[in-house]
T-cell receptor
Framework: GDSVTQMEGPVTLSEEAFLTINCTYT??????LFWYVQYPGEGLQLLLK?????DKGSNKGFEATYRKETTSFHLEKGSVQVSDSAVYFC????????????FGTGTQLKVEL | GAVVSQHPSWVICKSGTSVKIECRSL??????MFWYRQFPKQSLMLMAT?????????EQGVEKDKFLINHASLTLSTLTVTSAHPEDSSFYIC?????????????FGPGTRLTVT
C-alpha cells in the first residue's frame, strides 16, 4: 500500500540554521504531496503542497520540490526561527488535499537561540 | 482561517465504558469530516470518513461497531468509543473539509487524548 517515510526526530537546530527534513514516499501512481505543521496545542495546518512532478511548494520561507525520480518531497528552510519549533508531517493523497491523506510519522523540530 | 475544535481535549475513562468525542467546525460548514487515530511516534491513520446525513465510511480494519460516528449537522461530528479497553487509548484527531470537492483543504482539530484505565 501507499506509505510515507520521514526522518526521525527530534531535530534540534540553532536559530538561523538551515533546515532539511527528509520525506520519501511509496505509491502506485503519482499522488499529490503535502507538508503539514502542528504547533503545540493546535491542529495540523497545511504548510505547502505540490500536485505534480517538479512542482515546488513554498510558504513562510519553507520549500519542497516534488521529485518523481527519487520519490521524495524534502522540506527545506534557509534560516529557521524559534517560532518554527513544531512537528512537521509529510503526507500524500491521490484525490487532492480534501480526501484520504496518508501521513508520515512526523518530525519534531526544536529551534534554540 | 477555518477553525475546527474538539471536545474534550483529554479524557480518562474506565475499561468497559463508552466515551464520546465531539468535532466542530466553528466558522464554516463541513459536509465531510474525517477521523484519524495516532499512536505515539506513529503516523496519523484515517479511521473513517463522515458525510453529513449519511453513514460513515470506515477504513479497512476499523471496527464500525466499536467506533460509532455520527455527523448529524454541517458543523458537528461525533466519535463514540464503545466499551473502551486500554488498547483504545490513543490520540484521536478530526478534520473537516471546507467544500464539497476533494480539492478543498482539510482543517484539523487539536486532537483528543483518550486514556482507558
Amino acid at each position: 500500500g501507499d506509505s510515507v517515510t520521514q526522518m526521525e526526530g527530534p531535530v534540534t537546530l540553532s536559530e538561523e540554521a538551515f533546515l532539511t527534513i527528509n520525506c520519501t514516499y511509496t505509491a502506485t501512481g503519482y499522488p499529490s504531496l503535502f507538508w503539514y505543521v502542528q504547533y503545540p496545542g493546535e491542529g495540523l495546518q497545511l504548510l505547502l503542497k505540490a500536485t505534480k512532478a517538479d512542482d515546488k511548494g513554498s510558504n513562510k520561507g519553507f520549500e519542497a520540490t516534488y521529485r518523481k525520480e527519487t520519490t521524495s518531497f524534502h522540506l527545506e528552510k534557509g534560516s529557521v526561527q524559534v517560532s518554527d519549533s513544531a512537528v512537521y508531517f509529510c503526507a500524500l493523497s491521490f484525490t487532492g488535499g480534501g480526501n484520504k491523506l496518508t501521513f508520515g510519522t512526523g518530525t519534531q523540530l526544536k529551534v534554540e537561540l | 482561517g477555518a477553525v475546527v475544535s474538539q471536545h474534550p481535549s483529554w479524557v480518562i475513562c474506565k475499561s468497559g465504558t463508552s466515551v464520546k468525542i465531539e468535532c466542530r467546525s466553528l466558522d464554516f460548514q463541513a459536509t465531510t469530516m474525517f477521523w484519524y487515530r495516532q499512536f505515539p511516534k506513529q503516523s496519523l491513520m484515517l479511521m473513517a470518513t463522515s458525510n453529513e446525513g449519511s453513514k460513515a465510511t470506515y477504513e479497512q480494519g476499523v471496527e464500525k461497531d466499536k467506533f460509532l460516528i455520527n455527523h448529524a449537522s454541517l458543523t458537528l461530528s461525533t466519535l463514540t468509543v464503545t466499551s473502551a479497553h486500554p488498547e483504545d487509548s490513543s490520540f484521536y484527531i478530526c478534520s473537516a473539509r471546507s467544500g464539497s470537492s476533494n480539492t478543498y483543504e482539510q482543517y484539523f482539530g487539536p486532537g483528543t487524548r483518550l486514556t482507558v484505565t
